[in-house]
């Protein structure tokens, strides 16, 4: 069983699948830059991270740490959902949701 450490090191530094996502009414066509994609169901971890895109690494800390607690192996990709503009609100209140799937 890996330390959290060692999974966060494992995050920063191995090749991940790492997808962004907005949810959309309309059709989206596919080019070079944005691709349309269904997520497949899965079972996943989910954490709501509270402020500034740059430290999103501590939920992803707290969701290795809760997962080697309750003995989850996790896959080798992520999802995170913007929720919110940072146009909008401050960098405090930016809302980010950030999905592992569970192995």
């Not at 966060?8 to 830059?33: P, R, S």
């Not at 896959?75 to 949701?97: A, R």
Request: net charge neutral.
């Amino acid at each position: 069983s890996k330390s959290s450490i060692s999974k966060v090191i494992d995050m920063l530094f191995k090749k991940w699948h790492f997808f962004t996502g907005i949810v959309t009414t309309e059709k989206i066509v596919n080019n070079n830059d944005i691709q349309a994609k269904r997520i497949e169901k899965k079972k996943y971890i989910k954490s709501v991270h509270i402020g500034p895109y740059k430290d999103v690494e501590s939920t992803y800390r707290q969701i290795f740490e809760y997962s080697k607690e309750k003995n989850i192996n996790l896959d080798d990709e992520c999802l995170e959902f913007y929720l919110n503009d940072p146009i909008e609100v401050k960098e405090s209140e930016l809302e980010t949701i950030v999905l592992i799937p569970i192995k």
